[in-house]
């Protein structure tokens, strides 16, 4: 019986080793890919732990990620509450506290949904936009022409963008 199964085992189960064998060659890409973000994770860091950032670079990204998203933001913030009072008027009515509508809405919008529809706004917008920007980059060589230069990538083009996005974010 041993003798069979050690001759013939690519016939027993052949879904299950197509599934594994797929599944191992998916997993080594995964690893590899969050190796490679964690490695620039920690250079973008050390270049900002030691103060080597590009003020003009910083300045730029700061503007796209507080200015230029801030009229997505409000906008996306507005219809909301519109909607919230819309929902809530009806029922406050009926209850006799139609007058507190507006204070309810006003509490509601900046304790809870400001927030996360600014952080929803600025993933959607600057997020996008960041990830196209250093594609385009990436296709057209620029990123192998900074590495020729010696200049740092992660420091040039992803340690901006990183600071701005935490310092900007919370000011919104």
């Known amino acids: 019986m041993l003798r069979y199964l050690s001759q013939h085992r690519s016939e027993l189960f052949p879904f299950t080793r197509r599934f594994f064998t797929s599944f191992r060659k998916g997993s080594q890409d995964f690893f590899y890919t969050v190796g490679q973000a964690s490695q620039n994770l920690g250079a973008s860091f050390g270049f900002l732990i030691r103060g080597r950032i590009g003020l003009k670079q910083f300045l730029e990204q700061a503007a796209f990620v507080g200015v230029d ?95 701005a996005g935490l310092t900007m974010l919370p000011l919104m």
């Open 69 to 163: 998203a801030l009229g997505i933001s409000l906008i996306l913030t507005l219809f909301s509450g519109m909607v919230i009072s819309l929902q809530v008027s009806k029922e406050l009515t009926k209850q006799g506290a139609g007058e507190l509508v507006g204070a309810l809405v006003a509490v509601s919008i900046l304790r809870e949904l400001a927030p996360l529809m600014t952080g929803f706004a600025v993933i959607a917008m600057v997020g996008s936009a960041f990830a196209a920007e250093l594609a385009t980059m990436q296709i057209q060589k620029q990123v192998d022409a900074l590495k020729m230069l010696r200049v740092s990538p992660i420091r040039y083009l992803v340690v901006p963008r990183v600071l």
